[in-house]
């Protein structure tokens, strides 16, 4: 380490964020490659080591001879600052070199609010934003995960982006990446090659053209490829690459465990939820095997506690036969099991106890609306009497807290759907005290956690108009007055985040400009309260002349183009609208596993989603 | 049961780490051997470790000590959990402990300057006129957040200043312990302030653990 280096991370807080030398992180002989990538996760350290699938593209990009990746995370604003001052360049965290000499740059897109960390970390870099700007010694940048399906509002400042699950394009673009860069090709013609790989979708081949009114007229590509791009499946999780190392962070993460993926994808179709609809078909691992990969990283990481991670784990059709397996061998070890993402409809005692026979841990429940009707509208399929049900086999285990999630602002959501909320909160609270088995002199706390609606594309509510930040405050008023009791502990989200967020979930190209400005009037982790500002989003809207409402606020027709039609997820149009209709009606939609609503990801797949293979 | 205690070095980018997390990396590297250590009892039944000594972040140490308990005496310990331990921390030596902790009286450290843009000799010379004051005032935050002043001479049994070799060199003595103690860091951090200079390159390596007579702590 040079005299530099050392003398800024002397002078910054938890140096161990930027030094690398983790168990398990991967250096190889510079010698001995001949291409290298650095994963960039934009948020901190403690957040991006927590993340599973840059835990296992790591591992996959390593897998392969001759590529070695490394990672960069976005260094807290006393790092960036003293990486300025000594006008040192973001380095990654293995070598040290900086990313910006790297043969390609790999973002995740997680979360919409990181888009403005992800120019941060170019900036402090120094590699050009713009995609448009860079050189042939510049790195090639891409990025993938689940906001890579509008990816849109941050076109301008990608060279390319997977689409989908990315276990096997991640191999085939460095293969044809490296192939390009031992041939010579120049990165327009490296892009020209990448775009023949299915699921990759390079933004500059595409142009856009508006209406008058602002939305989309045509989506046309005008180099001669595909006129849309597939996303990525994996057919079968059994099969697919899990890494049997993980990095063991040395300094305290959010989630410092093991994590094993256990299913992808969900079956229920709740109308609001991105994820249960870019992630379809449902596709599980085999008891036997998550057991296997769980012993096998417990083995080589020293963690003693490994979560079962899903959308919705209790899904798992061997989830007891799992379970057994796993605590034959994990109780004696005293290794704790955490299944977060329980459903409450298919709940029992056995899970519970089994789950916590180490340490008893919070339980949260997602009920995410406060009356039937509104269930029914957004499709999530759990009753009062089951909410009930599972609250008091959860009270007769011993516990004396619960977490419950809310949405607000579904579609057609009325103040009794709000007041609702307070009811089903307080009726769980009164659950507790009618049971004769409650431990004595023990009280209960509810606590009600409320985020707000933010629509997004591939889901039936992609046409439906978001509530203002004025509706969002007062319906969140109109739910703390309605708590009365004192044992429900009332948590909400920041309603302009959500706002914010919703510009960026269904926005356009012309977006990208804005992106930049906000950036530039300083926004760096918005994800964070103190570095999110509202005002510098309204700003630079107004400065494009762009409208607020006409993204987030507005009713889209159902034959609006929409900014991401190019971008094909497998799920029809027809299916989203027929479900849109079928929510206004308040008809609900059954389990893939029940009867298949014909949503068009099989017709992708080639095959029934469930059932024989 | 057996009392082991583990001597380790921590040195290169282990320095980065700050004492709980060097705890919590020995707690797993020995969580991953098939050293059968002691839980402690209760509800939160956590692994039994103790420091006799933390060390500060951004330090590095050849004579860190951290105790722990096994169930029986089994052989090979060290090397049994050096396999695990990352980068920069290894375990050297397994004794028995003879001596308990409150009998940690002092420290002694190697401290190493280099900066590229003053020469040596000046370095060392503006060194010895800052040790040799007898009052060197440094600020300390109580556990209420409240800041009093101290003299650090006060503290500083012994020093010796080398300015022959390749970089500029201090050993240093000072209190230890958890009735006085004194970070040699921020005696260093004060002679910065004091010359105005950014020192390009600051080490300090803590060498040895000293009982009230001078004895190695064991
Ligand atoms: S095709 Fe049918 S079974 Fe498959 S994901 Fe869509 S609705 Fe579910």
Redesign the pocket.
Known sequence: MDYTLEKILRSVQKPARYIGGELNSIVKKKNEVDYRLVFCFPDTYEIGMSHLGMKILYSIYNSIPGVWCERCFAPWTDMADELKKYGYRLFALESKDPIGDFDAVAFTLQYEMSYTTILYMLDLAGIPLLASERGEDDPIVFAGGPCACNPEPIADFFDFFALGDGEEISVETVECLRKCKREKLSRKDTLMELSKIEGVYVPQHYEVTYKRDGTVKAIRNTVGGPKTVKRRILTDLDTAYYPDKIIVPLIEIVHDRVMVEVLRGC?H?CRFCQAGFIY??QRYKSAELINDQTSCLINNTGYSEVSLTSLSTSDHPELGDLLDRLISWTEERKINLSLPSLRIDNFDSSIIDKTTRVRKSGLTFAAEAGTQRLRDVINKNVTEEEIHGTCRIAFEEGYTSVKLYFMLGHPTETDEDIKGIADLSQSIVDLYYSLPTRQKGKSVTVTTSVACFVPKPFTPFQYVGQDTVEEFERKQRLLKDSIKSKKISLKYHDARTSVAEAILARGDRRLCQVVLDVYRDGAVFESWDEGFSFERWTRALEKNGLSLDFYTSRERSTDEIFPWDHLDYGITKRFLKKEYERAMSGETTPA?TEK???????RMLGR???GKR | MENVRLHFVKINNAKYLSHLDTYRAIMRAIGRTDLNVWFTEGFNSHMFISFPLPLSLGMESTCEVADIKLLYPTDYVAERINAFLPEGIEVFNTTTPKMKTAQIAYAKYIIELDDLSVSQKDLAEKLRTFMSKDEIMLKKTGKKGKETVFNAKDKIKDYYIDGSGKKLMMVIVCDAGPTSNLNPAAVIEAFSEDIGREIDHISVRRIKILTADMKEFE
């Open positions: 079956i179709g379809r078909p893939c298949c609503s014909a949503c068009g990801v099989a029934p989603c469930f």
